[in-house]
């Protein structure tokens, strides 16, 4: 993140003619920052430089007077996360004293993965306006983003082409979630401009996310897109298999097809509580597992490996392994807390848009909690280089 010290943000919260701030007396309207926040992300000028939404100031760079607390700090740092600006931006929220004015600054960094979308419509600021982008606007971000570095989701997968794809699953169950409707309807561009648009395709090229999510047969290119299910009947890996799967297909199917697994080998103690009533207790809350699971697919290696998600289903536990150790600004020390950092920024937003991701940075917390609730213990993460294992024992 670029830092930008008190004196620069005062200098733009009091620059009435810069294209890089947005000022606004307060946080009521939240769709509104949302697009300030897209559109300081898609950066149309190319300042490559942070841009600032300012909360606590009016419009001519006077003091609204406001009380900036910590439930509005959190309030906002939360708008990056749950999935209506995508891909997610990088920002960060901090409370400030500008020449005695109190004041909350949302600072944007230029996305490196643009166009992003709020909501499904790119959204731009020209000269003091945002607005949503023209499709000649939208085309400028994306040969901006071609031009630049990509992760590796977002790096075309020689030698797939378009044929490649599963085009009708794309229109008929991916698009609908990803652009607006309106956008759709206007049709103004063809599929292969949309999904460039979508980092679906690099100069004709299907990305290796557009593989993973929508080649009729990604293994093929994506060996280790796959995840390993072992049931065994025992506490060690030598005891004998009860069970054994290897779900493959698109990223949607093996997400289907796991949680289908997980709920078929949950086992459930029934007690009678009074003779109208019943007791279900799980051995593992099948949230829990989802969310777990999930983030093993989302935050592995794809690159380098052919080694699978494993997730093996033990007689007192369930360990869920995951090739590629943390990444980018997630460190053992806030693992767990809500940072987050995407190895696979395209996978992320694909699942976003299937519905296996609600909220970025919560799965591990949310299943902290879910697990509490049913009575499990802790889970136990093994964070390694290459690996990171999550074990969880069955409720007792």
């Not at 004196?7 to 620059?15: E, G, I, Q, S, T």
């Not at 290796?208 to 280790?224: E, H, N, T």
């Not at 199917?253 to 007791?279: G, H, P």
């Amino acid at each position: 993140m670029s830092p930008l010290d008190k004196r620069a943000l005062n200098r733009l919260r009091v620059d009435l003619e810069s294209d890089r701030v947005e000022r606004k007396e307060s946080a009521a309207d939240a769709s509104k920052l949302r697009r300030n926040i897209c559109a300081l992300a898609n950066d149309l000028p190319g300042h490559a430089l942070p841009g600032v939404v300012f909360i606590g100031v009016k419009d001519d760079g006077g003091c609204a007077d406001i009380t900036v607390d910590d439930r509005l700090l959190t309030k906002l740092a939360g708008m990056k996360d749950d999935g209506t600006i995508m891909p997610i931006p990088s920002l960060v929220v901090q409370k400030h004293i500008l020449s005695g004015c109190e004041v909350a600054a949302i600072v944007v960094e230029p996305s490196r993965s643009p166009p992003v979308r709020f909501r499904g419509r790119v959204w731009v600021r020209v000269g003091p306006t945002v607005r949503q982008a023209t499709p000649e606007e939208e085309q400028r971000l994306t040969e901006r983003r071609l031009a630049g570095a990509r992760p590796f989701d977002q790096q075309p997968a020689p030698p797939a082409t378009v044929e490649t794809l599963d085009l009708g699953y794309i229109e008929a169950q991916y698009l609908p979630h990803a652009v607006a409707a309106e956008v759709l309807e206007a049709n103004e561009r063809s599929l292969v401009q949309q999904l460039e648009s979508l980092r679906l395709l690099v100069g004709g090229t299907p990305t290796y996310g557009a593989i993973l999510g929508f080649a009729r047969d990604p293994q093929w290119s994506v060996p280790g897109a796959r995840v390993q299910f072992l049931r065994i009947d025992g506490t060690e890996i030598t005891d004998p298999i009860r069970d054994q799967k290897v779900l493959t297909g698109r990223l949607g199917d093996v997400l289907r097809q796991l949680d289908d697994l997980l709920k078929l080998n949950i086992s459930v103690r029934t007690e009678v509580a009074t003779a109208s009533r019943e007791l279900r207790s799980p051995d593992y809350p099948v949230a829990a597992l989802q969310q777990l699971a999930r983030n093993a697919v989302m935050h592995r290696s794809y690159e380098g490996t052919n080694a699978p998600v494993q997730v093996y289903w033990y007689s007192d536990r369930v360990e869920i392994r995951s090739p590629g150790g943390l990444y980018g600004r997630v460190t053992p020390e806030n693992f767990g807390t809500g940072a987050v950092d995407h190895r696979n920024p395209l996978v992320a937003e694909i699942m976003h848009h299937l519905g296996f991701a609600q909220r970025f940075g919560l799965g591990i917390p949310l299943a902290r909690k879910e697990l509490r609730r049913n009575g499990n213990p802790e889970p136990d993460f093994d964070l390694g280089p290459t690996h990171v294992v999550v074990t969880v024992e069955a409720a007792s």
